[in-house]
Nanobody, 126 residues
Framework: QVQLLESGGGSVQDGGSLRLSCVISGGSFSTLCMGWYRQVPGKEREVVAT???????SYTDSVKGRFTISKENAKNTLYLQMDSLKPEDTAMYYCAAEALDVCMVSMIREKDFGYWGQGTQVTVSA
């Protein structure tokens, strides 16, 4: 059973930084397709960034140049470094993972991920 546990959320001011972490247990971490999603109440969950086993990455346009997805295989941990945060980045952030034969980072869909964390809240104030 794959389990995901996020941490690192919090409250920051406009322009600040946060780093989210997601520890993944119970799976073959280095082979997983992984991603970060976010959701605002009343809206659909949206992809933020995805990464495959070869470290190919994809980002939604609104975070390009500000957010960086990375992973540390030795610690079974997925990260999301968020810089130059804006109030519109305020959301609940979720990490997701799945063992896929093919992980197309720019085309993967939310329903392709079978494992999700519980979420960590990020609040950016103006």
């Amino acid at each position: 059973q794959v389990q995901l546990l996020e941490s690192g959320g919090g409250s920051v001011q406009d322009g600040g930084s946060l780093r989210l972490s997601c520890v993944i247990s119970g799976g073959s971490f280095s082979t997983l397709c992984m991603g970060w999603y976010r959701q605002v109440p009343g809206k659909e969950r949206e992809v933020v960034a995805t990464v495959d086993s070869d470290n190919w990455q994809s980002y939604t346009d609104s975070v390009k140049g500000r957010f960086t997805i990375s992973k540390e295989n030795a610690k079974n941990t997925l990260y999301l470094q968020m810089d130059s945060l804006k109030p519109e980045d305020t959301a609940m952030y979720y990490c997701a993972a799945e063992a896929l034969d093919v992980c197309m980072v720019s085309m993967i869909r939310e329903k392709d991920f079978g494992y999700w964390g519980q979420g960590t809240q990020v609040t950016v104030s103006a």
